[in-house]
């Protein structure tokens, strides 16, 4: 399987694709040529660090959909990049409520989005990329994390940390 992806893309833009992941790059986003890696990675990584995202990691029957890192050698865009993501397999209804959640890093903390477990695919976009977050010499990157986890696990491990689950986050009293 193919891990990480790097390219040179021009003004008028252009795409990387890997399995789970696509960035679209619109023409007119860049003045220059930019290099760009997108990579699939094996764990969070620990830079940034990952305190948000280790509540579901440390879940029973929580699933790792797909953990990615978009690096660049620019920080920001003239126009929005689309990044899609694959967030559940094909909806089959069940008894079970799943919570699939995208966590991104923002450059100063991840912001987590819930997806509905009906939904397939998520498409973010951005204008910019976060400091600190890239790989291989480059200054920027996202880090899109993206994890499923029953809900009643979600509830038990969050009320065992002190927390009040809302639904879609876990808050500290």
Avoid: H
């Avoid at 790059?25 to 995202?53: D, K, M, W, Y």
């Avoid at 976009?125 to 809900?151: C, D």
Wanted: aromatic share 8%.
């Amino acid at each position: 399987m193919l891990k990480w992806l790097s390219a040179g893309l021009m003004p008028r833009g252009g795409a990387l694709t890997l399995p789970g992941i696509q960035v679209l790059i619109p023409p007119g986003a860049l003045v220059s040529s930019v290099r760009f890696r997108l990579e699939r990675l094996q764990a969070v990584p620990t830079s940034p660090p990952q305190n948000e995202v280790f509540f579901i990691q440390t879940l029973p029957e929580r699933e790792v959909v797909g953990i990615y890192r978009f690096s660049s050698g620019t920080t920001s865009f003239l126009k929005p990049i689309e990044v899609e993501l694959q967030v559940n397999p094909p909806y089959r209804p069940s008894s079970r409520i799943i919570k699939s959640v995208v966590y991104t890093w923002d450059g100063q903390g991840y912001v987590s989005t819930q997806v509905p477990s009906t939904r397939e695919r998520l498409v973010i976009t951005r204008l910019n990329m976060g400091l600190g977050a890239g790989a291989g010499g480059y200054p920027a990157g996202l880090v899109l994390v993206v994890l499923r986890a029953p809900e009643e696990n979600l509830w038990r491990e969050c009320q065992a940390r002190g927390g009040r689950w809302t639904g879609s986050s876990c808050e500290k009293r």
